[in-house]
């Protein structure tokens, strides 16, 4: 089955630690997005990648680190710089920019 | 810059219509979307409409777009309790760029 993943689905830390989110598709899409989601609030872009090893900040980058190493992969790491980072991330991918985003389930991070 | 806005609830009693209303800014959207988002759950794709159509039916979804206001609308028919969710109204431009609204939140009472 295509899909898109994300894991894990809880994901729970210490303040000052750095996490990494894992988001993985088999779909063959070249671009690959992550987003914040607060309650009550829509989608913000943290970053985008449009090709492998190409990446680029979105709306709120500051605090997070990506890498995009191979075509189905897009972890995204939340650094102890980011002050708030208790919050639902999406990822999403398409086909090029052009396409529609398919997301993940999600994963749930809660830092106390 | 870009803006999408919603409504933030909707509430409809079951069989009725319901009507989830979306505005934009940029002129230069090419592509609108709907997407639905259950508790907990990412986002699905319900449907899209190209900035060229005025309207697109698909099955209970019905959307309709005026370019000139810049207004984006989802009909759901015959809404069912299992409609009951929030509702994402997404624009993107050539740019490739994709800007969501804050999402309309649709309660279906029995």
């Known amino acids: 089955d295509g899909g898109i993943t994300q894991s894990p689905k809880y994901l729970f830390r210490k303040e000052g630690q750095n996490v990494t989110l894992s988001c993985e598709q088999n779909l063959n899409h070249d671009a690959m997005y992550w987003y914040r989601q607060d309650p009550g609030q829509g989608l913000r872009l943290i970053y985008y990648s449009q090709i492998v090893n190409d990446f680029q900040k979105g709306d709120i980058a500051e605090g ?45 991070l809660t830092v106390t | 810059g870009e803006d999408v806005e919603q409504s933030l609830f909707l509430s409809v009693r079951e069989g009725d219509s319901s009507v989830i209303n979306c505005t934009y ?45 810049k207004h984006l609308s989802l009909r759901i028919a015959d809404t069912q309790t299992g409609d009951s969710a929030i509702y994402f109204c997404a624009e993107r431009t050539n740019a490739g760029k994709s800007t969501f609204g804050d999402g309309t939140t649709l309660t279906v009472k029995p």
Do not use: H
């Open chain 1, 64 to 108: 997070y680190s990506v890498s995009r190493e191979k075509k189905e992969s897009f972890p995204l790491t939340v650094t102890s710089a980011q002050k708030n980072p208790t919050a639902f991330y999406l990822c999403a991918s398409s086909f090029g920019t052009s396409g529609e985003q398919y997301f993940g389930p999600g994963t749930r």
């Open chain 2, 25 to 69: 800014t940029d002129s230069s959207s090419t592509y609108l979307y709907w997407y639905k988002q259950e508790p907990g759950a990412g986002l699905q794709l319900l449907t899209y409409i190209f900035s060229n159509m005025d309207m697109k039916q698909d099955q209970r979804l019905t959307v309709l777009l005026n370019k000139k206001d």
